[in-house]
């Protein structure tokens, strides 16, 4: 069998005002021109690992073309997808005759004048590869789930973890599941259901841990082939955003149909159970000053980097100045500028420095504070989702009234405590510790914190679902109203 991997992969935040081009495919340890699965894992590379390693252990011939993953922003220039997906295709035509097509894209990636660039892809893929050939998409959770996307492959999964720790595992079972169809040994159909929800669901936790385990007890039976469910990415301004079930049969569309349905209904009563709470920054700030034993984390979910956000938002930041309030370590702030403004004055200089709220309405305003620089790390890492380093490129830690502040020159979310101890912090005796990131922070920050709460400040991703000004979806989704399934045929108005 001849089989054609390959990776192109971003989340795009509509609503974020960073632009993203050829840097952000092109960047060290992002960008792969052919040999992305003979690389060490980052993200991006691993489905094509352990696509490569279970085809050559079946004496299957592995053509592999580009893998790169662009971190979330705003929307991608046209002419770099258009670049990209020619690129793939090219490749894919050179190959010759294919087997199987299996390739790795994020699921929510908008390019000007694409709003559904899987689909787009998958479709030109379907051309080159003709009807007889399999084509399997792996996709994080975080998709917008297409009709295109949908009859353009044999086969799509989606993580079912989030945080995305099952990336590798749902490759394999995307690599089992098209090799099996290309032998004739199945025939997957595939059904969605559309949940009719913009959320955000933690898997970690009840009762979602153990819905992720009840769809994987209903696959490989039953004519079952495989279950995902797609959160959606919420701040995607595309018509078909939001959440939705997957079921594969084999063969039997009216199956694929009904379970689809039947766990879309599962998702839909555990609405409120499966909805996080989040503090305002007060409440967050009070939570993490009553009481002892370690420092309570707050997660800065609006100003994710990995959701698309600048990392810049000062929200957070200026409420702890204007309270005094002491033993607070807050990051990572992306400010390249204020970095090399630390680097300039070097380590132990006390200077004032204007930090964050430079990319746009949603950074908020910049702060003004005299600081003491602490530490500085021309090449800044911390431990990645993968395990591997995660690059902040160069580095300062600088303290001002009582606040340590990290400042980085790569955009990127707060993974790890690596983040702050690597510079030299101490996290222990800090009262509270500000992480910049939605759920990926979680794993690493569990054992070191007193308490993890998640807090609602402004920033380029407001887990404010019911109000995300969407333009082009029309279709009815909670929370926005109470009962998207009731009948109805436009988007209501947010309720003030
Ligand atoms: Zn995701």
């Known amino acids: 069998m001849r089989i054609f991997i390959a990776g192109l992969a971003t989340e795009t935040n509509t609503f974020s005002p960073i632009p993203t081009g050829w840097s952000g495919f092109k960047e060290q340890r992002v ?3 052919n040999d992305g699965s003979r690389q060490p894992p980052v993200a991006g590379n691993v489905p094509l690992i352990t696509w490569r390693r279970l085809a050559e252990a079946d004496g299957h011939e592995v053509v592999e073309s580009l893998c790169t993953f662009a971190q979330p922003a705003g929307t991608t220039l046209r002419h770099v997808y258009e670049g990209l997906r020619d690129m793939l ?30 689909g787009d892809t998958l479709a030109h893929v379907r051309e080159v590869v003709g009807p007889q050939a399999k084509i399997g998409i792996e996709l994080d959770l975080h998709c917008h789930l297409t009709e295109l996307m949908r009859r353009s492959a044999d086969a799509i999964i989606t993580y079912k973890e989030y945080p995305h720790i099952d990336m590798a595992e749902r490759a394999a079972e995307l690599y089992a599941l098209c090799t099996r169809a290309a032998r004739g040994e199945v025939t997957p159909v595939t059904a969605y259901h559309d949940c009719r929800m913009i959320s955000m669901w933690r898997t970690p936790q009840e009762p979602m841990r153990s819905f992720v385990e009840r769809m994987q007890l209903l696959e490989g039976k039953d004519g079952i082939l495989s279950i995902s469910f797609g959160h959606g990415f919420p701040w995607g301004d595309v018509e ?6 997957v ?3 084999d063969g039997d569309r009216l199956k694929a149909e009904a379970l689809a349905k039947r766990l879309g209904d599962e998702i839909w009563a555990m609405r409120e159970a499966t909805s996080t709470r989040h503090d305002t920054i007060d409440e967050g700030i009070d939570r993490s000053l009553s009481g ?11 100003d994710n980097a990995g959701g698309g956000a600048p990392s810049d938002n000062t929200a957070i930041l200026a409420r702890l100045v204007d309270r005094g309030v002491k033993d607070a370590v807050i ?10 403004f630390c680097v300039e004055a070097g380590e132990g200089a006390t200077f004032p420095l204007r930090i964050g709220g430079k990319c746009g309405p949603s950074s908020g305003d910049p702060v003004d504070l005299m600081v003491t620089v602490r530490r500085l790390d021309p090449d800044f890492t911390q431990t990645g989702l993968s395990g591997g380093r995660a690059s902040f490129g160069p580095s300062a830690w600088v303290s001002a009234d009582g606040i340590d502040i990290v400042l980085v020159s790569r955009r990127q979310q707060t993974f790890a405590p690596d983040a702050f101890t690597g510079l030299g912090i101490s996290l222990a005796d800090k009262a509270l510790v500000v992480v910049k990131s939605t759920q990926h922070f979680h794993a690493a920050f569990a054992p070191v914190a007193r308490e993890i709460r998640y807090v609602a400040a402004p920033g380029a991703i407001p887990p404010d679902y019911a109000n995300i000004p969407f333009s082009k979806r029309t279709r009815p989704y909670w929370p926005r109203v109470t009962d998207p399934f009731a009948p109805t045929n436009a ?6």
Request: proline share 6%; charged share 20%; hydrophobic share 50%.
């Open 31 to 33: 960008w792969f021109r």
């Open 89 to 118: 295709l090219d490749d894919l035509r050179r190959a010759g005759p294919i087997d199987v097509v299996l390739l790795f894209m994020h699921g929510a990636m908008v390019a000007h004048g694409y709003d559904d660039c899987e």
């Open 240 to 245: 078909e955003v939001g959440a939705k079930m």
């Open 247 to 249: 079921v594969i049969a």
């Open 292 to 302: 002892q034993g370690g420092p309570v984390v707050l997660a800065d979910v609006a």
């Open 331 to 340: 990051g990572c702030f992306w400010d390249p500028q204020a970095v090399a």
């Open 491 to 496: 988007l209501q108005e947010p309720a003030a």
